[in-house]
């Protein structure tokens, strides 16, 4: 049984954060949000994802949503050393990244936020969890930057895809990593009077 009355709006065309939303039970409807994404060198990582997840939300509340509606950002990196890695440039780019994760542990952070349609009340937020890649062969690497796979992700692999062959360990929130850490925001929700769970 759920329980909603507010609108619920997705800002991100991201296929992966609707199929996560999709697992609330909830109706919502998608909006494309481009937001500018740059953001100064020195910043943490944690600052980086809950701006931007915030920028989101609020360039689709920009463009005109009902006041009542409740607009969802978030916003993923991958850091491996202090360094943030995002999107691939291009297909060089990619197999410098797994190979630079290839062996070792990363973090991955999502950032996100709620903010109501009238801009009354915004929450935001991060979650933070650590893959560990077990070693990649090159071989490996070629066919898999090849298929196309890592060429619109963070750090150029996707672990609810092919990717998820060289992981070898999750340590914290699977739906962190995929890009909307659904607990997180089942709780956030709630902050709003919307429950999924009545």
């Avoid at 952070?109 to 935001?124: K, P, V």
């Avoid at 090159?138 to 692999?157: F, H």
């Avoid at 909307?180 to 429950?195: D, K, N, S, T, V």
Wanted: with cysteine; charged share 25%; proline share 5%.
């Amino acid at each position: 049984m759920t329980q909603q009355e507010k609108p619920l709006i997705l800002a991100s065309g991201s296929p992966r954060r609707r199929e996560l939303l999709s697992l609330l039970n909830l109706p919502f409807e998608v909006k494309v949000s481009d937001a500018d994404e740059s953001v100064p060198d020195d910043w943490s990582p944690e600052r980086i994802v809950q701006e931007l997840a915030l920028r989101k939300a609020q360039a689709v509340i920009a463009e005109g949503v009902p006041h009542d509606a409740i607009v969802i950002g978030s916003d993923t990196i991958v850091v491996l050393d202090g360094v943030v890695l995002g999107k691939p440039t291009d297909e060089a780019d990619a197999k410098r990244m797994l190979k630079a994760l290839s062996g070792r542990t990363h973090q991955v952070y999502t950032g996100l936020a709620c903010i109501q349609g009238s801009g009354e009340r915004e929450l935001s937020d991060f979650s933070r969890a650590g893959v560990t890649m077990r070693s990649i062969a090159e071989s490996e690497i070629e066919a898999y930057v090849a298929g196309g796979e890592p060429m619109d992700k963070a750090g150029s692999y996707a672990v609810q895809g092919l990717g998820a062959v060289f992981v070898e360990r999750i340590e914290g929130d699977y739906h962190t990593i995929v890009g909307l850490p659904i607990a997180a925001l089942y709780r956030m929700l709630g902050q709003f009077g919307i429950h999924a769970l009545g």
